[in-house]
């Protein structure tokens, strides 16, 4: 099994920056892309952005374009998201999820879950 751990989520205000971290344990080999999704109350589970663990292949989507960034730590096996100008639209629980090389950004595909860390935004 793979586990995953997510950190970094708060409180933050509106145009602010939060930068959250996925560390990544176990069966690490059996994961090729690591992605973050998010929820909010209410709403349907949305995916934000995925890195493969070796090269730069990043992908976002179209609400997190040019304000999220994703990287990685292979030493640490971990990966990260940098959120930065957060709207209040941001705000929900953040969930590192992990797969293996089939698949596509759908929650559907994603086989390892972290436990969630919440970013709150406010005025």
């Known amino acids: 099994q793979v586990q995953l751990v997510e950190s970094g989520g708060g409180l933050v205000q509106t145009g602010g920056s939060l930068r959250l971290s996925c560390a990544a344990s176990?069966?690490?080999?059996?994961?090729?892309?690591v992605a973050w999704f998010r929820q909010a109350p209410g709403k349907e589970r949305e995916f934000v952005a995925a890195?493969?663990?070796?090269?730069?292949?990043?992908y976002y989507a179209d609400s997190v374009k040019g304000r999220f960034t994703m990287s990685r730590d292979n030493a640490k096996n971990t990966v990260y998201l940098q959120m930065n100008s957060l709207k209040p639209e941001d705000a929900a629980v953040y969930y590192c999820?992990?797969?293996?090389?089939?698949?596509?950004?759908?929650?559907?595909?994603?086989?390892?879950w972290g436990q969630g860390t919440q970013v709150t935004v406010s005025s």
């Open positions: 999820a992990a797969r293996g090389p089939l698949g596509s950004y759908s929650y559907r595909d994603y086989h390892y």
């Open positions: 176990g069966r690490t080999f059996s994961t090729y892309v």
């Open positions: 890195i493969s663990w070796s090269g730069d292949t990043t």
